[in-house]
């Protein structure tokens, strides 16, 4: 062990001491930041990559397609330095920098899980979808309703003040519909739907008895000005990082938050490796990092530590801080950390074209789609036999360009400059079950460059899973061809869990500390503490997008922490 | 409209070794020998500009040359394409030019602007039949990917983005519904 940890003297500990330490600074943990530095504590946040300044640091983002040597298109390169990376759509020639070298950080697949990541100052916020959908009772009863995983400590009366609490902030547009099972949000303007949509809405809208309905997508792309960001300039290039502000991220909104009030140190190229255990205090007294720039491991300390390092890197952190008192990771008496892995299952809709509006157009890229919010298993009428859960759609309608693919000569080119027909497509987001054995775990024969563990992912989609998808696939073409849609046709590209981006469970919250990680303040059941509210803390998926529920639960949690504080309960 | 980019996708990710096969049977009787190295030489690129202008060529806007497109082939193949689709594209820039000799008795540069269009119209329909006909995993005609890329490259570029098509940097709106009349040029970017 390198000397610096072993010969603590009392003046550097109080140099690396602060009230409190978030680790990862992406969309959780930007927010722990904000809410504990606001709150007067004296904050250290911890990130594993590189600095990314807002705006300074979105380089090539205002170029045009000609300007880029592949006019924005993925090498080869980028192929085998980062395979998976590489096949997500926001990868593009001028986002790639804000994912990571698969080569460079290894995991392994005991079954196909695409892990995609962004290791720098903001995380995923930058590359994120952006999609904002408040969850209800039926998403926050399910567990209890069913049986499946465990029941969530809290309800939607718990969370909903927080969301009205992080949403202004947040900038979200969109459209207050009264939906039971989609709960409205302190919204922005909406967007514009286009012609094709409207009438694809009021076709579905009037088409179903079941009362499902299409609405235009919650998004927190900034139609107004939100503080000084924004307002969205309609590029379609968010996943770059937006100079305009036009999006919420870390490096947007939170991190500049909790750096105005003084009380942030930011401290990139620092990856944690355990979170130190007092077994007399019974806390959690600081963490350990490597910093990635000179390899040497450091201590600091805090009273409260906020673990945001993202699902799979939140869990390995407690899997990989064993002491005597919790020899199988901290707080992992339940031997639920790590289980439990979820993602969405997506990848599966239908398409079609319309004969209307061909003297209609369109002005602008919009960021956004359509929402179709669910509509399977919210109350009696609607509960199916298959499956248990349900899903949504997101999708949306557009007129492209004309694709003819016979043709050589000025004729050919000339009919090439006209736009095509009106199409549109609709994808399925699912929810997928807690099940014990999709899990993550350590592989201590293979270690990192950091002298880390590598990360074992076991994670499949099952019997549940796979019967919805067949009504995730043939709703929509049901849906489409209601609308009036021609040529209607359907899809399933089945990707491998991960894909969707929505990784969550691994130290989930519950009400027994048998048989969960965290209470229903996302406080750890065993080290009272520490607290988690990255997508690890989920005890189910729901089908929404689940950025901003992450969010609001940090919010809740730090508001918790800091009374708890001051109270003198931690 | 995604399934198909996505199939087509596939399609060039497979290759195969029909296309070596009769490459190899038929022979190099060129004067220039075209896509010998994946250094492209100057007489690579203008022979790939006179192809992608031939496609696509000025009109009342700008032609493919204009655009440089030959060279943006180039780049692509270079940096972005696989290596079994590689070997198909540089074996497909010799043949090119061999079954125009065959046909007009000249090579591709030697022939005039009309004997080229002819000849391409040709060769566009044969690879369009065989891009029909052929087996998911047979790799893509080359002619297939050179107009591919001759689209792709011209409708990116500057004048193909804001002169043959519409193009606006920072739209600062969305409108869902607005007018269209026939001949309004679509939008370069989505």
Redesign the interface.
């Known amino acids: 062990m390198p000397g610096d940890t072993l010969n603590v003297n009392n003046k550097a500990v109080a140099q690396n001491t602060y009230d409190a330490i978030v680790v990862g600074s992406g969309i959780s943990g930007g927010w722990a930041a904000k809410e504990l530095c606001e709150q007067g504590l004296k904050t250290l946040v911890l990130e594993r990559g590189r600095m990314v300044e807002h705006i300074k640091d979105y380089t090539d983002t205002t170029k045009d397609p000609w300007e880029l040597t592949h006019h924005g298109g993925r090498t080869t390169q980028n192929k085998t330095d980062s395979p998976i990376q590489s096949k997500c759509y926001a990868y593009n020639e001028v986002s790639s920098k804000f994912f990571v070298n698969d080569k460079e950080h290894p995991y392994n697949q005991t079954k196909p899980f695409d892990w995609v990541r962004g290791y720098h100052v903001g995380g995923r916020s930058i590359m994120w979808g952006r999609q904002c959908y408040r969850w209800s009772d039926v998403d926050f009863g399910a567990n209890a309703k069913d049986g499946h995983g465990v029941d969530w400590p809290i309800r939607y009366k718990d969370i909903a003040p927080w969301y009205d609490y992080v949403e202004p902030f947040v900038g979200i547009s969109g459209s207050v519909e009264g939906l039971p099972q989609l709960p409205d949000g302190k919204f922005l303007p909406p967007m514009e739907m286009n012609c094709l949509e409207k009438q694809v809405a009021e076709r579905i809208n009037k088409g179903f008895a079941d009362g499902r309905r299409m609405i235009i997508g919650r998004t927190a792309n900034h139609t107004v000005k939100v503080g000084d960001r924004g307002p969205c300039q309609f590029r379609n290039k968010c996943h770059e990082g937006c100079p305009f502000g036009g999006y919420f991220s870390s490096n947007a909104a939170t991190l500049p938050a909790a750096a105005r009030t003084g009380n942030m140190t930011l401290r990139p190229f620092s990856i944690v490796q355990e979170v130190i255990y007092d077994k007399d205090t019974k806390k959690a007294k600081g963490v350990r990092i490597v910093d990635t720039e000179t390899m040497k491991t450091e201590e600091f300390y805090a009273k409260i530590i906020f673990l945001n390092a993202s699902t799979i890197a939140t869990a390995s952190i407690l899997l990989n801080s064993v002491s005597d008192a919790f020899p199988n990771g901290l707080g992992n008496s339940s031997e639920q950390v790590g289980h439990n892995l979820m993602d969405h299952h997506y990848g599966v809709g239908a398409y079609g074209e319309s004969e209307d509006f061909a003297d209609q157009y369109f002005y602008g890229r919009r960021a956004n789609g359509i929402y179709i919010p669910r509509f399977r298993n919210i109350n009696e009428q609607t509960t199916q036999k298959d499956y248990v859960r349900g899903f949504g759609y997101q999708g949306g309608g557009g007129r492209g360009r004309i694709d003819i693919q016979e043709g050589i000569g000025g004729d050919y080119k000339e009919s090439l400059t006209e736009p095509g027909k009106w199409t549109m497509g609709i994808g399925s987001w699912g929810e997928h079950l807690p099940y014990y054995e999709n899990k993550m775990t350590l592989n201590k024969d293979k270690k990192d460059k950091w002298g880390l563990p590598t990360i074992d992912i076991d994670c499949e989609f099952k019997e549940n899973e796979k019967a919805m998808r067949k009504d995730m696939m043939e709703s929509a073409k049901e849906m489409l061809e209601k609308a009036g849609l021609k040529n209607v046709g359907t899809y399933d590209s089945a990707p491998a869990p991960g894909f969707c981006i929505h990784e969550m469970g691994t130290a989930r919250m519950g009400k027994d500390p048998k048989t969960s990680v965290l209470n229903g303040n996302n406080q750890m059941h065993e080290v009272n503490n520490v607290f988690i509210t990255d997508g690890a803390c989920m005890a189910s998926s729901a089908c929404q997008n689940p950025s901003v529920t992450y969010m609001a639960l940090t919010a809740r949690a730090c508001d918790f922490a800091v009374k708890e504080l001051k109270k003198g309960n931690i | 409209?995604?399934?198909r980019d996505?199939l087509s996708r596939v399609a060039l990710l497979f290759g195969g070794s029909i296309i070596g096969a009769e490459a190899f049977l038929s022979g190099c009787k060129t004067a220039t020998k075209y896509g010998a190295s994946m250094n492209f030489t100057p007489d690579d690129i203008a022979y790939l500009n006179e192809i992608a202008e031939?496609?696509?060529?000025a009109?009342n806007?700008p032609?493919a040359k204009e655009a440089k497109v030959g060279e943006?082939m180039t780049?692509?193949v270079k940096?972005?394409?696989?290596e079994k689709d590689q070997k198909i594209f540089m074996e497909g820039m010799g043949k090119l030019d061999e079954a125009c000799q065959k046909k007009n008795s000249k090579s591709f540069m030697e022939s005039s602007p009309a004997e080229r269009?002819d000849f391409?119209?040709a060769l566009?329909?044969e690879a369009?039949d065989y891009q029909k006909s052929k087996k998911a995993e047979d790799p893509s005609h080359y002619f297939t990917m050179m107009k591919q890329l001759t689209?792709?490259?011209y409708?990116?570029?500057?004048p193909g983005?804001t002169k043959?098509?519409r193009?606006?940097?920072?739209?600062?709106?969305?409108?869902?519904?607005?007018?269209?009349?026939?001949?309004?040029?679509?939008?370069?970017?989505?």
Not at chain 2, 54 to 57: D, Q, R, S
Not at chain 2, 79 to 82: G, H, L, P, Q
Not at chain 2, 155 to 158: A, G, L, N, Q, W
Not at chain 2, 178 to 184: S, V
Request: charged share 20%; aromatic share 12%; glycine share 8%.
């Open positions: 409209m995604n399934r996505a031939t496609i696509l060529p009109t806007t032609g943006f780049v692509m940096d972005c394409y696989e269009h391409l119209v566009d329909k369009k689209l792709t490259g409708f990116t570029s500057e983005a043959a098509l193009y606006v940097a920072v739209p600062g709106r969305y409108e869902g519904c607005i007018p269209y009349k026939k001949g309004d040029k679509a939008w370069a970017t989505s």
